[in-house]
């Protein structure tokens, strides 16, 4: 079992940063692949990024270039830097957890698991 709590979401200009911090409960965190997903209003829920157990990452392409997201396996935690925010960033943001076995692409919301309660990121024109 693995409980997540995100934190740091909040209101930003555009072309502002913020970043997202995802606590993980459990003492197996570094067996777990996680990802960042969001969801606007209205919309369904979108992948963001998603950083394996070995340090591979995958972005979205809307985020690329903008977006970083790493892990601190001694903390328990995974984040998501985001900068040159736009308004279209707004949404939602999810934290979530798989135990990661081969073949499995972490894009997709289904694939996970685990997830956390989310934080609001507003962005303003």
């Known amino acids: 079992q693995v409980q997540l709590v995100e934190s740091g979401g909040g209101l930003v200009q555009a072309g502002g940063s913020l970043r997202l911090s995802c606590a993980g409960s459990?003492?197996?965190?570094?067996?777990?692949?996680m990802g960042w997903f969001r969801q606007a209003p209205g919309k369904e829920r979108e992948f963001v990024a998603a950083?394996?157990?070995?340090?591979?990452?995958t972005y979205a392409d809307s985020v690329k270039g903008r977006f970083t997201i790493s892990r601190d396996n001694a903390k328990n935690t995974v984040y998501l830097q985001m900068n040159s925010l736009k308004p279209e960033d707004t949404a939602v943001y999810y934290c979530a957890a798989v135990f990661e076995t081969t073949g499995v692409l972490l894009t997709t919301a289904r694939e996970y698991r685990y997830w956390g309660q989310g934080t609001q990121v507003t962005v303003s024109s």
């Open positions: 459990g003492r197996t965190f570094t067996t777990y692949a």
């Open positions: 950083i394996r157990r070995s340090g591979g990452i």
